[in-house]
């Protein structure tokens, strides 16, 4: 089993998902290229590169096929991952996936200098703010340590850089949408939804008149649901941005279930 994290987060996150190793599965968290544990290089990032470095992963373990479960920006890759490399995923798992909708048609552009200096100025307050929005009217005292996570480079030499990758890495998800390919995922797929999402890359910058338009995860993965041919939607009530947190048992329960072999027709 493949687990590909969000934008605010890395590999770490994925703890509670982990456990499905209880299962019988073997299990991959990376940390992508710019997150977590790993690099923060100055380049062009993609979601096409970040497959590819998936893919190296992969084969430098010796897997040749994976379940794949990928939240938020994860999801993006997720997406590009199932199409660059078909033959690799038996099952894809998309958790509240960012790029359902088209953000250059909804948020104002800004430069990437702009961006950079909204990264460089971030806190531990504004960043706990920012993933108070995940658990709408939820937030709970175990959350702060993905709050911790996340900020634990602020105080360090390398925050710069972080600042850095990650607006480059929100270049990225603004520039490089999913959403016009949904229909081309050919793999079985699970498209598991927190109803009380409203998550937008570049939310604080919306016209007024987009607000009640824009980041509705019920309409959404419901579109996804019907572009993606033969797809599973399981729609988790009373839930934000990160079912596999908040909603944890129910997510399980739904990933169980879909990765469930088939009942033999003997």
Not at 156 to 171: C, F, H, I, K
Not at 184 to 189: G, Q, V
Not at 239 to 259: D, L, M, W, Y
């Given at each position: 089993?493949?687990?590909?994290?969000?934008?605010?987060?890395s590999?770490f996150?994925?703890?509670p998902?982990?456990?499905l190793?209880?299962?019988?599965?073997?299990?991959?968290?990376?940390?992508?290229?710019?997150?977590?544990?790993s690099?923060?290089?100055?380049?062009?990032?993609?979601?096409?590169?970040m497959?590819q470095?998936?893919k190296a992963?992969?084969?430098?373990?010796?897997?040749q096929?994976?379940?794949?479960?990928a939240?938020s920006?994860?999801?993006?890759?997720g997406v590009r991952?199932?199409?660059?490399f078909?033959?690799?995923?038996?099952?894809?798992?998309?958790e509240?996936p960012?790029?359902?909708?088209?953000?250059?048609?909804?948020?104002?552009?800004i430069?990437?200098?702009q961006?950079?200096a909204?990264?460089?100025?971030?806190?531990?307050?504004?960043m706990?703010?920012?993933?108070?929005?995940?658990?709408?009217?939820?937030?709970?005292p175990?959350?702060?340590?993905?709050?911790?996570?996340?900020?634990?480079?602020?105080?360090?030499?390398?925050?710069?850089?972080?600042?850095w990758?990650?607006?480059?890495?929100?270049?990225?998800?603004?520039?490089?949408?999913?959403?016009?390919?949904?229909?081309e995922?050919?793999?079985?797929?699970?498209l598991?939804i927190?109803?009380?999402?409203?998550?937008?890359?570049?939310?604080n910058?919306?016209?007024?008149?987009?607000e009640?338009?824009?980041?509705?995860?019920?309409?959404l993965?419901?579109k996804?649901?019907?572009?993606i041919?033969?797809?599973?939607?399981?729609?988790?009530p009373?839930?934000?941005?990160?079912?596999h947190?908040?909603?944890?048992?129910q997510?399980?329960?739904?990933?169980?279930?879909?990765?469930?072999?088939a009942?033999?027709?003997?």
């Amino acid at each position: 089993m493949l687990l590909l994290h969000g934008k605010n987060f890395s590999g770490f996150y994925w703890e509670p998902t982990i456990e499905l190793a209880q299962q019988g599965y073997r299990v991959i968290a990376p940390d992508e290229l710019g997150f977590g544990a790993s690099s923060r290089p100055n380049i062009h990032y993609s979601f096409h590169q970040m497959a590819q470095n998936t893919k190296a992963l992969l084969d430098h373990l010796g897997i040749q096929q994976v379940d794949v479960i990928a939240h938020s920006m994860g999801g993006m890759l997720g997406v590009r991952f199932a199409l660059l490399f078909p033959e690799t995923v038996e099952k894809l798992v998309l958790e509240n996936p960012l790029g359902l909708e088209d953000y250059r048609k909804l948020v104002p552009y800004i430069p990437l200098q702009q961006q950079y200096a909204a990264e460089l100025s971030q806190t531990y307050e504004k960043m706990r703010d920012y993933q108070k929005s995940y658990y709408p009217g939820a937030w709970k005292p175990e959350y702060e340590v993905y709050v911790r996570d996340q900020a634990s480079v602020i105080s360090t030499g390398e925050y710069p850089r972080d600042a850095w990758s990650s607006a480059l890495t929100y270049q990225m998800i603004y520039e490089q949408p999913v959403v016009y390919e949904m229909a081309e995922i050919s793999r079985p797929t699970l498209l598991i939804i927190g109803q009380a999402d409203r998550t937008v890359v570049g939310k604080n910058r919306l016209p007024p008149s987009l607000e009640s338009v824009a980041g509705q995860f019920p309409e959404l993965g419901r579109k996804a649901h019907a572009a993606i041919k033969g797809s599973t939607l399981v729609e988790v009530p009373d839930c934000g941005h990160i079912p596999h947190i908040q909603k944890s048992e129910q997510f399980r329960n739904a990933v169980v279930t879909f990765f469930a072999p088939a009942p033999s027709s003997r």
